[in-house]
């Protein structure tokens, strides 16, 4: 959350591999699971403060977004993606409505999936570039197609395309922001333009160009492949269950 959590790139940028996982993946869902635990029990304490909460998590969140845009370091830059999310998540609970509640609980869920499996991928072209800067790592379209079609998808699942599970999980957001106040609507809406724009950037920054260096990448062994797939098949995978369960019930 803005003013709470900007020590978090900082943190991630100095932790290995399996600290910015667990803290990515984990720990951060830790806060949301408490906030969700507490709805009730203070929601009526917190009702005349709700205002302020939402304007701290969403004009928080938009501000992050710009500073995503200026990032030269790409682990810095998904530290910080997960503070302007994190932010939106927020604002949605603090709408207290029922429908704010499931969207935040499933950005919970997809969120911790995607960021983590975003670091490991950072990790794979770290071993191969020995860089994290955006000006190194470039034209991983042409050095390995492979990977860069899970860079894509990790990319669409941090944006929130359908039919992932993030996508579901910001219309929840939106319809339960929607029905409180219109302009706090507007609000989340160009949060999520510039969600769209930085991951944008970081896609074309790190698949497009030509990089510092001009080898080739090494392979990717198979358990990378899978770890990368054990992470983004349950994005999409949730999504279907669900449909099938409701289409059955």
Known sequence: MFFVHLWLPKAHVEAPL????????????????????????FSCSLFSFRGWFFCVGLVGGAYVCVICLGQVDLKALV???????????????????????????????????????????????????????????????????LLAFWWFLLISLNMGVPPSLGF??????????????????FMCFFMLVLVGFYN???????????????????????????SVFLHVAPSFGLVFFFVLLCWFL
């Open 200 to 226: 944008i950037y970081l896609f074309v920054s790190v698949g497009h160009g030509v990089g510092g260096h001009g080898v080739r990448l090494l392979q990717v062994l198979a358990r990378e492949h899978l």
């Open 79 to 145: 530290a910080y993606s997960s503070v302007s999310h994190i932010g939106m998540l927020v604002g949605g609970l603090m709408r207290f409505s029922l429908a704010g509640l499931k969207g935040g609980i499933l950005m919970l869920v997809t969120h911790g999936l995607t960021s983590s499996c975003m670091f490991l991928a950072l990790f794979l072209f770290y071993c191969r570039r020995f860089s994290r800067s955006v000006f190194s790592i470039k034209s991983l379209l042409w050095l390995n197609p």
């Open 18 to 41: 399996p600290g910015s996982m667990i803290l990515a993946g984990v720990l951060l869902k830790l806060g949301g699971y408490g906030l969700v635990r507490i709805f009730k029990l």
């Open 168 to 185: 579901f999980s910001e219309v929840l957001v939106l319809v339960g922001v929607l029905s409180v106040w219109y302009f706090h609507f």
